[in-house]
């Protein structure tokens, strides 16, 4: 992901190649002198380990209204896909943008303590299953957050982050007990 530094008042946005070569313009907002806000998710999600929420999303093909195809070709059926993806996701999006929230008010707030964070996210998460949260990984997360806003002041206009996603690797497939049957036919070997 690259995020460009745009002049303050501008539209911000950043540019996606995804492992698949497809590339997107995802639009963000006015730009600021603060982080932008999708670069906040990235922060805060890679930090915590989160492949539900905002940039996961992207990462399995969800494509949101608020990204614009540039290059590359899309896989087959890459809109009935993302939609899927979308509707499996509701909960983790919802949950990425309170955590992102939580995060920047635990680095804004300078806390420290793990108790506090926990406290926090009481306050932020009481609807969500699997309330809880990891206050040390939210602390983290809050110190990367904190770096990122410095290395993001430290642009000028025109200079830009690069940024990567956490490629996420399926979980081995179980492997087959009688690898000899296949296409339903025992005994028969693929040559």
Do not use: C, K
């Amino acid at each position: 992901m690259t995020f460009p530094r745009l002049p303050d008042g501008s539209r911000s946005y950043s540019v996606v190649e995804r492992p698949d070569g497809v590339r997107y313009r995802v639009f963000d907002g006015t730009a600021t002198a603060r982080l932008p806000h999708d670069l906040g998710h990235l922060v805060v999600e890679r930090a915590i380990g989160d492949h539900g929420g905002f940039w996961g999303a992207v990462a399995a093909g969800v494509v949101f209204s608020s990204m614009e195809h540039l290059d590359g070709r899309r896989p087959p059926h890459a809109r009935d896909r993302s939609e899927a993806a979308m509707r499996e996701r509701g909960d983790g999006l919802r949950r990425g943008e309170l955590m992102v929230w939580l995060t920047e008010n635990v680095a804004r707030d300078r806390v420290t303590d793990p108790q506090r964070v926990r406290a926090m996210a009481e306050e932020a998460l009481p609807s969500f299953p699997e309330g809880q949260v990891d206050a040390e990984r939210v602390l983290a997360a809050a110190r990367a957050l904190q770096e990122a806003e410095e290395r993001w002041a430290a642009l000028s206009p025109g200079e830009e982050l690069v940024e990567q996603w956490p490629e996420r690797r399926p979980a081995r497939a179980a492997a087959r007990p009688d690898r000899t049957r296949r296409h339903g036919r025992p005994g028969r070997r693929d040559r």
